[in-house]
Each structure stands twice: as structure tokens, then as C-alpha cells.
């Protein structure tokens, strides 16, 4: 089984950056499909950005043109780049990992998770 375990995330005002790492440990990373999901208060968790085992990457359209994913199978790291952040973007933010070649969509089809981190977007 793969550990996940979040980290980067914070408190940025509209308009600023942030990058959240997933770092894996047990198994390496290169053996799942990637994906990050976010969950804001009150609401379901929702996808957010997918990345496959060959670096095919897909995006929901609020994210696209701003969100950014990556993985780095020699780190057994995945990345999420956040610039021009808005605070609707305000959650939650787990990564997921998926026996597979890519992620699910619909969070319970993702059978691995880490524990999450907190964004926070001010006005």
C-alpha cells in the first residue's frame, strides 16, 4: 500500500501562489494514477486536477489556465501549482492515488488518500 501525505498549503491573498506537494511513501508512486481533490465547508469533495502514469494531465475549467500538476516518480512527489488564486478556491486540498493508469473523478472510485491541507484565499 502508498502513504500520501499533503503539505504546502496556507493562507495567500487573491491573486497570490501557493504549491501543494504529495509526498508517497511504501510503494512508489509511479504505479497510480494522481489526482488532487479539494473539499469546501459544507460541500462534497470535489476533483480538482488528474495526472496519469504517463504524465497525461486534465483539469476541471475553473482551475484551467491557473492550476498546474506534476509528479516526479524519483521523488515519489506529485505537485499542484496554484497561481492568480480566488477565494472560492478556499478548502481542503487531498491528494489521491489510484491502482491504475489514471485517477477517477468520483472520490470514492480512489481508493488511497492522504490526510489533507488547508487553503485559504482571502478577499
Known amino acids: 500500500q502508498v502513504q500520501l501525505e499533503e503539505s504546502g498549503g496556507g493562507l495567500v491573498q487573491a491573486g497570490g501562489s501557493l504549491r501543494l506537494s504529495c509526498a508517497a511513501s511504501?510503494?512508489?508512486?509511479?504505479?497510480?494514477?494522481l489526482g488532487w481533490f479539494r473539499q469546501a465547508p459544507g460541500k462534497e469533495r470535489e476533483f480538482v486536477a488528474g495526472?496519469?502514469?504517463?504524465?497525461?494531465?486534465t483539469y476541471i475549467d475553473s482551475v484551467k489556465g491557473r492550476f498546474a500538476i506534476s509528479r516526479d516518480n524519483a521523488k515519489n512527489t506529485m505537485y499542484l501549482q496554484m497561481n492568480s488564486l480566488k477565494p472560492k478556491d478556499t478548502a481542503v486540498y487531498y491528494c489521491?492515488?489510484?491502482?491504475?493508469?489514471?485517477?477517477?473523478?468520483?472520490?470514492?472510485?480512489?481508493?488511497?488518500w492522504g490526510q489533507g491541507t488547508q487553503v485559504t484565499v482571502s478577499s
Open positions: 489521491a492515488a489510484r491502482d491504475g493508469w489514471s485517477i477517477s473523478r468520483a472520490p470514492v472510485e480512489n481508493r488511497y
Open positions: 511504501g510503494r512508489t508512486l509511479g504505479s497510480y494514477g
Open positions: 495526472i496519469s502514469r504517463s504524465g497525461i494531465s
